[in-house]
């Protein structure tokens, strides 16, 4: 399995495991909404720069950090031919930085962050929206399943990926159904746990 994937925390001692998961998840914020002004490719090199400088001082390997990036490979190599194509190599920089930007950004807090202490920070900030009928402990409760199942769908196509590999096939049909399956269950699966504790409306 991929111990880069998103949502695995790594333990540590650096300034960045140290600080407040609220902290953390205000600035990722506030990157993505500032993110919009990243608009020469000078402004997304220094932000680029910024953010793998934070991997070191986070004592991260340069392959923990590729490993981010990796399952959008397909997904980066389309973006980068579209806009090469359609506004030359500037543009297209400027677009990959900044997807790579906050893919990297969002990798690097859930890399520092325990998934306990983003839900609780997310359920504390979400607390004064009580009186709106908002819900802080479901709200936390949706976040950590969402974070839950991203690193599960990966697994479950690299497992769907090995046995079509295994079975000489290279059918689109023969990857999606499969997968959609399996996933199904899986659902299916979290469903039912979540109404054996209660969580059923």
Not at 76 to 99: K, N, P, Q, S
Not at 145 to 170: D, F, H, K, N, Y
């Amino acid at each position: 399995m991929n111990t880069g994937t998103l949502g695995l925390y790594r333990p540590g001692t650096s300034p960045l495991h140290r600080a407040r998961a609220g902290t953390k998840l205000l600035g990722l914020a506030a990157l993505g909404l500032g993110s919009v002004f990243l608009t020469t490719w000078q402004t997304v090199t220094a932000a680029l720069a910024l953010v793998v400088a934070l991997y070191a001082v986070a004592g991260l390997p340069p392959r923990t950090m590729l490993r981010q990036v990796r399952p959008m490979l397909f997904i980066v190599v389309f973006v980068a031919v579209f806009h090469v194509w359609t506004a030359g190599w500037v543009r297209a920089y400027e677009v990959l930085g900044v997807i790579l930007l906050l893919v990297l950004a969002a990798a690097l807090v859930t890399l520092t962050t325990p998934v306990s202490a983003m839900v609780d920070a997310v359920v504390a900030a979400a607390g004064g929206l009580r009186r709106f009928g908002v819900d802080p402990e479901r709200l936390g409760l949706i976040l950590m399943l969402g974070i839950r199942c991203v690193p599960l769908m990966s697994t479950l196509v690299a497992e769907v990926r090995e046995a079509q590999s295994a079975r000489g096939t290279r059918s689109l049909r023969a990857f999606a159904v499969p997968l959609i399956v399996r996933a199904l269950r899986e659902a299916d699966a979290m469903g039912e746990a979540l109404v054996a504790r209660g969580v059923d409306d």
